[in-house]
């Protein structure tokens, strides 16, 4: 199978900051990205998408930055709760019907 | 709304067996994708379907299989399992397709023994 890394950092923040996620997709022709959370035993959670005719898009406490230039993907989650402790990915879909996920990232928020 | 559905949700099987595992997309949605997830390789795509049609497939050997049926559910197939099979499968329901929402299931833990 495709391998989307084998490694997992981890991000811990106080809460109520804001924290910043990265991520790093692969192809310069993706066209649509996803961010999902997913908690420990649970499926992954759609949490905002973002097309490459945009530079940014905001949510309810979460804005996804797209840098295209530099293939570069921005989560930011503002006043970070304890429920936001989880794995975030990244994911692209370069028009091929399938998504590719990065390796995720582990939220910790500390109380 | 009912959210994704995925059958069974835990399942031990032996290694040569086989399994068929289960996903009902959310109604309305006619794409399906299956992933496998592994703590050492991450979320790793399967296949995609659409309208009982595979659209495409992932780097797997022909061991694992699917299928799509006309009221969009889906149902995936491994046969002569192995210990490196053991994972989390995972479905996925979109409207249209991996470049719109896809929204997960909560996945069916598969242990080989």
């Known amino acids: 199978g495709e391998s989307v890394g084998l490694h997992l950092p981890t991000l811990s923040v106080q809460e109520g900051d804001n924290s910043i996620i990265n991520c790093a997709y692969s192809?310069?022709?993706?066209?649509?990205f996803i961010w999902y959370k997913q908690e420990s035993g649970k499926g992954p959670q759609f949490i905002i998408d973002?097309?490459?005719?945009?530079d940014k898009r905001q949510g309810q406490r979460v804005t996804v930055l797209l840098n295209k230039t530099v293939k570069h993907l921005s989560l930011q989650i503002a006043a970070t709760q304890p429920g936001d402790s989880a794995v975030y990915f990244c994911?692209?879909?370069?028009?091929?019907?399938?998504?590719?996920f990065g390796s995720g990232t582990r939220l910790l928020v500390r109380p | 709304k009912a959210g994704v559905t995925q059958t069974p949700r835990y399942l031990i099987k032996t290694r040569g067996q086989q399994v068929t595992l289960s996903c009902s997309p959310i109604?309305?949605?006619?794409?399906v994708s299956w992933y496998q997830q592994t703590p050492g390789q991450g979320l790793q795509f399967l296949f995609e379907?659409?309208?009982?049609?595979?659209?495409n497939k992932g780097n797997f050997p022909g061991r694992f299989s699917g299928r799509q049926f006309s009221n969009s559910r889906s149902e995936m197939n491994v046969s002569t399992l192995e210990l490196g099979d053991s994972a989390l499968y995972l479905c996925?329901?979109?409207?249209?397709?991996?470049?719109?929402?896809?929204?997960f299931g909560p996945g069916t833990r598969l242990t080989v023994t």
């Open positions: 996925a329901s979109s409207l249209k397709g991996p470049s719109y929402e896809q929204y």
């Open positions: 192809n310069s022709a993706s066209d649509y």
């Open positions: 973002i097309r490459s005719n945009m």
């Open positions: 994911a692209e879909n370069i028009g091929s019907y399938k998504l590719i």
């Open positions: 109604s309305g949605h006619r794409s």
């Open positions: 379907y659409f309208s009982e049609t595979q659209r």
